[in-house]
């Protein structure tokens, strides 16, 4: 069983759209998260942490947290083509609450 | 500058060969890790390191080894054990391991011919 999945993509927004990235987990104990995103060929970049349930919003980027529903996702407001990437979620899922990362979500922002 | 500094960014080795892979942080982070990415995947973690001469293995450390002698450095050798070692490799860093932010070098991708 994967500790954490993600809405898998690629996913194609036009430029000034909503995207909108998920991740579901399956340790009920997790008290924080994180996304990070990868540009194509580059190490993967923290964008987001949340701890708490609700909302996150920093600048276009606004992170969710549902810990009853073991939901987190991502929303990218007036997307542009520079936040064209692969977006991963991540979580301390290991035995030593150790990083676990999602598959990632490739996003497109056509101009 | 603070940061993590992988080297060498690009590394090609002969089949059968070891290969030692760098990481020298000067974060003053405790905790350390090496991750490893195949393309179109996520990250899967190798080894991590919660102080200095203690490190755990992670979900795929077969054909792998590592160090952590200093706090700043956490090397990691690919030996001729592991069978698919063409990789785009990752170490991360952070103040601790249970729920910290982890910060990632610039990665180096070795290839095995």
């Known amino acids: 069983q994967k500790e954490v999945e993600q809405n898998s993509g690629p996913l194609s927004v036009p430029e000034g759209a909503i995207a909108s990235l998920n991740c579901t987990y399956s340790?009920?104990?997790?008290?924080?998260f994180f996304w990070y995103r990868q540009y194509s060929g580059k190490s993967p970049e923290l964008i987001m942490s949340?701890?708490?349930?609700g909302d996150k919003e920093d600048g276009r980027f606004t992170a969710q947290l549902n810990k009853a529903s073991q939901y987190v996702s991502l929303l990218i407001r007036d997307s542009q083509p520079s936040d064209s990437a692969t977006y991963l979620c991540?979580?301390?899922?290991?035995?030593?609450?150790?990083?676990?990362f999602g598959s990632g979500t490739q996003l497109t922002v056509l101009p | 500058d603070g940061g993590i500094t992988q080297s060498p960014k690009y590394l090609f080795r002969k089949e059968g060969q070891n290969v030692t892979l760098s990481c020298e942080q000067n974060?003053?982070?405790?905790?350390m890790y090496w991750y490893r990415q195949d393309p179109g995947q996520g990250l899967r973690l190798i080894y991590y390191?919660?102080?200095?001469?203690?490190?755990q293995k992670g979900d795929i450390a077969e054909g792998y080894s590592v160090s952590r002698e200093k706090k700043e450095s956490f090397p990691l050798t690919v030996t001729s054990a592991q069978k698919n070692p063409t990789a785009f490799y990752l170490c991360?860093?952070?103040?601790?391991?249970?729920?910290?932010?982890?910060?990632f070098g610039q990665g180096t991708r070795l290839t095995v011919v």
């Open positions: 991360a860093s952070s103040w601790g391991v249970s729920g910290t932010e982890a910060f």
């Open positions: 340790d009920r104990g997790s008290q924080s």
């Open positions: 949340i701890y708490s349930n």
């Open positions: 991540a979580f301390p899922g290991g035995s030593a609450r150790q990083l676990t």
């Open positions: 974060l003053n982070h405790d905790a």
């Open positions: 390191s919660q102080i200095v001469n203690d490190f």
